[in-house]
């Protein structure tokens, strides 16, 4: 007995050093050696400042300023709009201000909720009044599930091709674009299936909206 | 549903036997004491841990010491994980380590945290980037990680060497056996993976949270940390526990449609191997063939429902307007809790293959999965984790399910049952019913609770302060997920507080991390011991070779005995409760 809990003892003592600090240092090491980018984050900058990871997702939206000068709060959140000139990314629940990546959360909606409902009309509802001036004949039959429904990670970084392209007549109009320039781009930023069947295609949204920017020089 | 979504599943089922098939041999031969390539490299190192640890190699164990092993060392574990957890704050942990100098859990949390990955569950009631230093999640948690996935392993092993045992009651040593697993299973392949996981996007690095100036001047604060290191190991022990909060759908964890494709291998391939290493070292194949054909079938059929329900939508959804056929490019379906990259054909099968073994990982919210969607991970569950299952815990419970599938067809042609040359007798047949009911015994008793108490009701989410069917899903999901070891969550169950998101202690609720705890060392632990005494009683039998009269165990009609058997007793068990919430929720487009 005395023989095996020293053996335990011992055991435990040494696979932790093993395996919680050679194995991890030692893929570190070589990550950083072989993959730097992307053992970091993939970051992407913009005259040297962060903009954030071309896998993170960000919302394009800013505050919305009340009558007071301050910006305004609804159940103790910051409330933003999105700003147009830019393509949205998909809803997200993070708590603190949506796609907070220091908390990644679930928005936990369940299938036969009554407040599931309401979140989705609500979204869809505002995709609609965000689209329709710049896209007429967009119907709620039209409209993508992604860009309606909150996504697992709530920091989801892509969307799907349908919404971009809803979304492009908006930029477009708003950048003084041809259509097609914006198509091209998001044909461009797309990243297509895992290994040609798995997944779904998908258009990088932080990217495109960089390469917009680049396009157009960021403002309208 | 789209033909991609289809060939999806199809090709992984595919790829997945074409791996397991060579591992199996290759585990068959570690375990056997051949030498293989990697001995090359492993055999200097292992001898030295066999010294360092004073384990005499030639010390063979009978059942009850090889036990006695495995309950000593977890608990070591046990105890060197919760000292980790409450002081991952203390004055020795270097700030690099610690950068957002997060408090250690309250003895409550830690106390479930711990229970849940010593045990192989990797239930988190805490939210990784907000609560647990890189400290703490390399040397608490990727240990366990490791050692869990090795326990289950050997137990499985040491089951096998019972059933072919021609002499004495010998089941190996415990030493051997784990440092085996650890060099010559998990380690090549966790750092091949985890390199292979870096190279497509996910992260491993010790730099403090970023701030990011986002395009339109907001800022964003981005959680960083050795992701990848514990990313790998995560899937490859069936463990389960993100080190995100959102686990596998974290892009930081499953960049890309690929990692998520290389993250469902890495799941399923010791599970699946571990079947082959079975048929292996019974000396017939077939034996082997047999059950994992039992085990593709049922994966499938899981995997089938969940695409089906999930492309279908939700009641939710469709009350909101919102169109979910697939239409121009868009898949359509619930994409609620689902990322784009992946869809629906891949989160459903990420999903399912996370429920069928007892890893528990997600790629998409289980809680926003439809009625029958989420029904399925909940039925995998109540298969007691024996399609496929857990590293290890699947082999040996589905190896449980056999001799109760032999005993039942012997009963019904009237022979005495022989398995592999044993005589099945009434001990064996007691212990391996014994160890088949625990998991549920434990997950309905905990349930129960849960729900008829005050205290237990406290963590049940409500729907503007009605309690719903939902409710009851994420509380009956909850200790069924805890009892089979597994995991995953329907996350609307509340087990801690976090007052402030973003950067703050949680603290627990008691009763329900209590609960969870004890329902996940009673069902990981006494099954073990049953799994072990059966071993220990069939090593010690004589072996007659099969006769013209011995119902064959390695041909198609006792593959279907035994999904019979492994059905009834799942759904005989589960069926009320499954009734009460996800079926109900399933059959209705109302709204609560």
Not at chain 1, 165 to 182: D, F, G, T
Not at chain 2, 114 to 142: A, P
Not at chain 2, 188 to 195: H, M, Q, R, T
Request: hydrophobic residues 45%; aromatic residues 10%; glycine residues 10%.
């Amino acid at each position: 007995m005395r023989r095996e809990i020293v053996t335990a003892a011992i055991a435990i003592v040494v696979f932790t050093v093993l395996l919680g600090l050679v194995y991890p240092l030692l893929i570190t090491g070589v990550s950083q050696v072989a993959f730097p980018g992307n053992a970091d984050g993939q970051k992407l900058y913009v005259n040297g400042r962060l903009v954030g990871s071309k896998v993170i997702g960000q919302p394009f939206t800013t505050p919305v300023i009340g009558k007071n000068g301050k910006p305004e709060e609804k159940e103790e959140e910051v409330v933003t709009e999105p700003v147009k000139r830019y393509f949205q990314s998909r809803p997200s629940a993070t708590e603190g201000g949506a796609y907070n990546a220091a908390a990644s959360a679930f928005s936990n909606r369940g299938p036969n909720s009554k407040l599931t409902a309401e979140a989705d009309a609500e979204n869809l509802k505002a995709y609609l009044e965000l689209e329709k001036p710049f896209d007429p004949t967009l119907s709620a039959a039209q409209v993508p599930v992604d860009a309606v429904n909150t996504s697992g990670s709530n920091l989801d970084p892509q969307i799907s091709q349908p919404n971009a392209r809803i979304q492009a007549h908006r930029v477009a109009a708003l950048r003084h674009l041809p259509l097609a320039a914006v198509d091209s781009l998001i044909a461009k930023y797309t990243s297509g299936r895992g290994l040609g069947f798995a997944g779904e295609p998908a258009v990088d949204v932080l990217e495109l909206n960089l390469a917009l920017d680049r396009l157009s020089g960021g403002k309208t | 549903m789209t033909f991609t979504g289809w060939l999806t599943i199809v090709l992984f089922a595919v790829a997945l036997t074409a791996l397991a098939l060579p591992l199996g041999g290759y585990m068959a031969k570690v375990y056997t004491g051949q030498r293989v390539l990697l001995s090359t490299l492993f055999a200097g190192p292992e001898r030295f841990l066999y010294k360092l640890l004073r384990v005499d190699t030639n010390r063979e164990q009978d059942w009850k010491a090889y036990a006695k092993s495995l309950i000593i060392f977890s608990l070591a574990g046990w105890l060197l994980l919760y000292l980790i957890l409450r002081t991952q704050n203390a004055f020795y942990v270097p700030h690099a380590l610690n950068p957002l100098d997060f408090k250690s859990g309250t003895w409550n949390l830690t106390f479930n945290t711990t229970s849940s990955f010593v045990t192989n569950t990797n239930w988190q009631y805490y939210g990784g980037e907000t609560t647990l230093s890189y400290l703490s999640q390399m040397i608490g948690l990727t240990v366990q990680n490791w050692l869990s996935a090795g326990v289950g392993i050997v137990v499985a092993v040491a089951l096998v060497r019972g059933i072919i045992g021609r002499s004495g009651k010998s089941l190996g040593n415990f030493w051997q056996d784990l440092v085996r697993t650890v060099l010559y299973v998990l380690t090549p392949i966790s750092v091949l993976g985890a390199l292979v996981l870096v190279s497509q996007g996910v992260i491993q690095n010790f730099s403090h949270y970023l701030t990011a100036h986002t395009v339109t001047g907001l800022t964003q604060s981005i959680a960083m940390g050795p992701v990848a290191s514990q990313e790998v190991i995560k899937e490859l022990g069936t463990n389960g526990g993100g080190f995100f909060n959102v686990n596998s759908a974290h892009p930081f964890e499953n960049p890309t449609a690929f990692t998520n494709l290389f993250e469902m291998l890495l799941v399923l391939i010791i599970p699946a191997a571990l079947v082959f290493m079975y048929g292996r070292m019974t000396g017939n194949r077939r034996q082997g063939y047999a059950i994992y054909g039992v085990m593709m079938f049922m994966f499938l059929a899981a995997a089938a429902v969940a695409y089906i329900a999930e492309a279908h939508g939700s009641p939710a959804q469709h009350a909101a307007g919102i169109h979910t056929h697939v239409l121009g490019g868009s898949v359509g379906g619930n994409m609620e809790g689902k990322e784009q990259r992946f869809g629906i054909a891949a989160s459903a099968l990420f999903d399912t293959v996370t429920t069928v073994t007892s890893c528990g990982a997600v790629n998409s919210a289980i809680e926003s999965f439809t009625g029958i969607g989420g029904a399925v991970p909940m039925a995998n569950l109540s298969a007691s984790e024996v399609i496929f299952g857990g590293v290890g815990t699947g082999l040996y419970s589905m190896l449980l399910y056999v001799l109760l599938a032999v005993f039942i067809g012997g009963l019904m042609v009237g022979r005495t049952p022989e398995w592999l040359g044993k005589k099945i007798e009434a001990r064996e047949i007691k212990l391996a019913g014994l160890g088949v009911l625990i998991t549920p015994l434990a997950a309905l008793f905990c349930t129960a609770m849960a729900t008829a108490t005050k205290a237990g009701r406290a963590s049940i989410s409500e729907v503007a302060g009605v309690k719903t069917p939902q409710g009851f899903s994420e509380s009956f999901y909850a200790y069924l997920s805890q009892a089979n070891n597994n995991g995953s969550a329907f996350a609307g169950y509340t087990g801690y507080i976090q007052p402030n998101a973003g950067n703050a202690g949680a603290h627990g609720v008691t009763f329900a991390d209590l609960l969870g705890g004890f329902d996940m060392l009673v069902a990981r632990y006494l099954p073990i011991l049953f799994v072990l005494a059966v071993a220990g009683a069939l090593a010690g039998k004589r072996f007659t070779p099969a006769g013209l009269g011995t119902m064959r165990t390695d041909n198609p009609t006792f593959a279907v005995l035994l999904i019979g058997v492994v059905v009834l007793v799942g759904a005989l068990t589960f069926f009320p409760a499954l009734l009460l919430g996800p079926i109900v929720q399933g059959l209705t487009g109302h709204l609560y």
